[in-house]
């Protein structure tokens, strides 16, 4: 329980009004407090975008990128031929770089890149195929390689890999070609 001599006054839940965190926040906090649900206010407050890529296939109901704030959040991108919309060969290395050139046009359609990108998901079909994926990430990733995540999964349509991202957006003012402000 929070007291009058407690330094930390903006936490105090007693008084009506008062407000999250402190500073210039105007959200307001309402027993239980957790900071997990004034993060979750937080960031429903904060403006998005929709980026679809005209370059590359979308082969399901959901985005392909989404901006917030300085960040793009992308949906798993498997390699798919932009140009045939068929899976990119059979082998997990002529899938995988298709994959990675295709997550490359959506994150450059967000206003990022591929150097810009701070966490993987990459979802591989067979263990096997990890010393081919490692040679990938280094070339792909040659300086300060993101966090990665590597979840072995039954993927369709033969797919054998997929790869979400989340990247730092390059100028967080500006609004991608392909968005919708939301």
Do not use: W
């Not at 399901?60 to 390699?79: D, F, K």
């Not at 067979?126 to 993101?146: G, K, Q, R, Y």
């Amino acid at each position: 329980m929070l007291d009058d001599r407690d330094p930390s006054p903006a936490l105090d839940r007693r008084r009506p009004g008062r407000t999250g965190l402190g500073g210039n926040h105007s959200i307001p906090i309402s027993p239980p407090f957790t900071l997990l649900a004034y993060f979750e206010k937080l960031l429903m407050a904060l403006p998005h975008e929709v980026v679809d890529s005209p370059r590359v296939p979308r082969i399901g109901p959901y985005s392909q990128a989404i901006r917030v704030g300085n960040l793009v959040y992308t949906a798993g991108q498997p390699g798919i031929d932009p140009a045939t919309g068929a899976v990119a060969g059979d082998s997990f290395e002529s899938q995988a770089r298709q994959a990675f050139a295709n997550r490359a046009a959506v994150l450059e359609d967000a206003g990022s890149s591929l150097a810009r990108v701070i966490k993987v998901t990459c979802f591989v079909a067979d263990a096997a195929a990890f010393p081919t994926l490692n040679a990938l990430f280094a070339e792909f990733f040659p300086v300060a390689p993101p966090v990665r995540s590597t979840p072995l999964v039954q993927l369709p349509r033969g797919l054998l890999f997929s790869i979400g991202a989340i990247a730092v957006v390059d100028d967080p003012g500006s609004k991608g070609p392909s968005s919708t402000i939301l």
